[in-house]
């Protein structure tokens, strides 16, 4: 039987998702979404970095180092982890898929989440459930979804571990990017709460975002998770800012 005959959607699929790259455009093998010069490219987040909040510095670390985003405040995670930069290939990647919604770039970004999990912050440490960092309602109405939610569900398939939505943004903040580092903090206080009926004592979380800015938005969360009991709170996102 020829293939056609068998799937007859296939030509209409390829038409709609043609095998090239998203970023280059590069013809690249069906149902992949990046070619390899492009995934090589993506920019690795290297030491040395803060131990806690994972912002890059020059030099070498002395034992008087303070880190410039977070010495001056509490920040309520253990450690928030990502193996990439915001930068190059992953912010455009990134982009097109939480501004222009093409949803399948989701597989590039939770495998570059997945890489996360190799630091040895996380790596071998065991935890309870997956919590993603949620959208106010109406944001995530106009966009029509959470790109957390996305990215912790194809994670939480991959490391076999369950995914909880049990936060709730009960603030509409204006978006983060136009802001200072100061107004970023100030901006999110009391944004989130537990969800009616959302359990976490005792538990181990995994927090999940797209990017870490400042570390804030994880913080917060952090921080309602741990007054409700939470163990620990350890965060991984695609990519640190
Ligand atoms: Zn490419
Ligand atoms: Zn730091």
């Known amino acids: 039987m020829p293939a056609l005959a068998r799937n007859p959607f296939r030509g209409l699929v390829s038409l709609l998702y043609p095998a090239a790259c998203a970023v280059c455009a590069t013809a690249i093998e069906p149902g992949a979404q990046l070619c390899t010069r492009c995934v090589d490219d993506a920019p690795r987040l290297r030491a040395p970095f803060c131990e806690r909040c994972s912002q890059p ?3 070498a670390i002395t034992d008087s180092f303070t ?28 982009h097109d898929f939480k501004y222009h919604g093409f949803l399948h770039l989701r597989k590039p970004l939770a495998s570059w ?5 190799d630091d040895p912050r996380l790596a071998g440490r065991r935890f309870d459930c997956i919590i993603p960092v949620p959208l106010h309602p109406a944001r995530e109405r106009e966009r029509g979804f ?25 603030r509409y903040t204006t978006t983060q990017t136009q802001f200072d580092r100061q107004e970023r903090i100030q901006n999110l206080a009391g944004a989130f709460r537990l969800r009616r009926g959302g359990v976490v004592r005792d538990l181990r979380v995994l927090l999940v975002d797209d990017v870490l800015t400042t570390g804030s938005t994880l913080s917060e969360c952090a921080e309602v998770l741990k007054k409700a009991g939470a163990v620990s709170v350890h965060a991984a996102t695609v990519a640190r800012g």
Not at 149 to 155: N, T
């Open 57 to 59: 510095f020059a030099g």
């Open 146 to 170: 959470n790109q957390a939610e996305i990215l912790a569900k194809l994670l939480g398939h991959q490391v076999h571990l369950p995914v909880r939505s049990l936060l709730q943004r009960i």
């Open 67 to 94: 880190c410039a985003n977070c010495h001056d405040r509490v920040l309520h995670f253990d450690a928030a982890v990502s193996a990439y930069r915001s930068r190059g290939v992953i912010r455009e990647v990134m």
């Open 113 to 117: 989440l997945g890489e996360a999990l």
